[in-house]
């Protein structure tokens, strides 16, 4: 049995079937002013702090670089830590159903095991506690007083803990107080065993570096799209970007054809980059994401997941530190107000869900197995997820990632 352990959110499927209109996940034009001072922050995170005044620590490219591999090292991943939970939970419950429908009871053996650890007990509280009632007090256990021979001592063992000269410890006994077998609290559950490339579950709430997965029945621009939550606020709003609608070229072509905040040495240091549409919010705006690490500049999304300091990076790649086929460019971003991105995961426009790295930088340069849909991140995180999300990801599956955006 797997023991509570506080603090660890316990993933649980929100979802709540309704009708909504193709166009719920856009931030009405109304509220575009009130967004102003969310969509500022993927303006200013290629800044760097400026002036002798500034409060911010300039964060050295070579230490952002030393910690996050350190934490890699250390396994230090909360995230990969509550995805081991669910699935111990998800196996406990298949386990648990699968007795109730095969009508399975105690085995036998467990009976008799149990039965042989209450003796056990017994034998050492009378041995502790002798009965007041001589006729009551267990005889089995010989006394000082019926044996008096000077060879005899309490050091042989006997009447020891409940044994007797006929106690034998049993050969497959490791333990000589108990066995795993008389004790199953001491026993240890089988680890699971999480695959770090591919993994998902839903969650039932909103938290930076999860992931929005589209409702199948959500159009327009959104359809089909993965969006990574980078900032949630209750009381601001929040924003995020589509990671899985890559686009037509590299950064040095898509930038160069289209208005951008990107200036030519970024477009030619990072001139192999994808780019990816990231939402309908200020297209002339570029984020960067990557996993080299905190740089000045950037924001630590979750651990190993940074959006910004593209400027850092730049130096990086003229260093050969970094390749730049390792990020990836964001066109755009999505916003929304306080309290919308819950209206609409309550209506069911959004599945929540926390997934891999490896999930979240599909199109940064991340590895892809054989078992990937490499061409549809869509599908493949609804897949992964399991169970009516996977039956989902194979009715509507067959567009892919590569299509053509507004």
């Known amino acids: 049995m797997t023991r509570p352990i506080p603090g660890v959110v316990q993933a649980l499927v929100l979802f709540i079937p309704s009708t909504f209109q193709s166009d719920a996940a856009f931030v009405p034009s109304q509220h575009l002013p009130m967004l102003a001072h969310r969509t500022s922050s993927f303006q200013k995170s290629e800044q760097s702090c400026q002036g002798s005044s500034c409060l911010c620590m300039s964060k050295n490219p070579d230490r952002a670089r030393v910690e996050k591999t350190l934490e890699d090292l250390m396994d230090n991943d909360w995230r990969v830590f509550r995805a081991k939970l669910v699935m111990q939970e998800s196996r406990e419950a298949e386990e648990l ?37 001589p006729e009551e007090a267990n005889t089995d256990i010989p006394s000082d007083d019926q044996d008096d021979s000077p060879s005899s001592s309490i050091f042989d063992g006997d009447a020891v803990g409940g044994a007797t000269t006929s106690s034998v410890l049993p050969e497959e006994c490791q333990d000589p107080f108990a066995s795993p077998a008389e004790l199953p609290i001491l026993m240890q559950s089988e680890s699971v065993k999480l695959d770090r490339h591919r993994w998902a579950h839903p969650i039932p709430h909103i938290e930076p570096g999860c992931v929005l997965v589209a409702n199948e029945r959500l159009g327009g621009v959104f359809h089909q ?95 050969n530190n970094f390749n ?63 169970g009516r999300y996977a039956e989902i990801a194979m009715q509507h599956a067959g567009r892919g990632d590569k299509r053509m955006m507004p």
């Not at 053996?109 to 007990?121: A, G, H, P």
């Not at 054809?257 to 780019?275: G, I, Q, R, Y």
Request: hydrophobic residues 40%; contains cysteine.
């Open 97 to 133: 159903e699968r007795k109730k429908a095969d009508n399975l009871e105690f085995d036998d053996d467990n009976l008799v095991k149990q039965e042989k650890l209450s003796k056990l007990f017994a034998g050492v509280i009378s041995s502790v506690f002798p009965s007041n009632n």
């Open 324 to 386: 730049p086929e390792h990020a990836l460019f964001v066109k755009g971003h999505a916003a929304w107000v306080p309290g919308q991105l819950a209206r609409e995961i309550s209506k069911g426009v959004w599945y929540s869900a926390s997934v891999s790295h490896d999930f979240i930088l599909r199109y940064a340069g991340a590895p892809v197995s054989e078992n990937d849909n490499r061409d549809d991140l869509w599908s493949d995180i609804l897949t992964c997820m399991g």
């Open 225 to 319: 799209t993965v969006v990574l939550i980078v900032d949630h606020h209750e009381s601001a709003g929040s924003t995020g970007i589509v990671i899985n609608r890559p686009m037509p070229g590299k950064l040095l072509k898509v930038a160069s054809e289209n208005p951008s905040n990107v200036n030519l040495s970024l477009k030619l240091a990072f001139n192999t980059a994808s780019v990816t549409y990231g939402g309908p919010v200020m297209q002339e705006e570029y984020s960067i994401l990557h996993s080299f690490g905190e740089v000045e500049g950037s924001k630590k999304v979750a651990p190993g997941l940074f959006v910004g300091g593209s400027e850092e990076l730049m130096n990086e790649v003229r260093r």
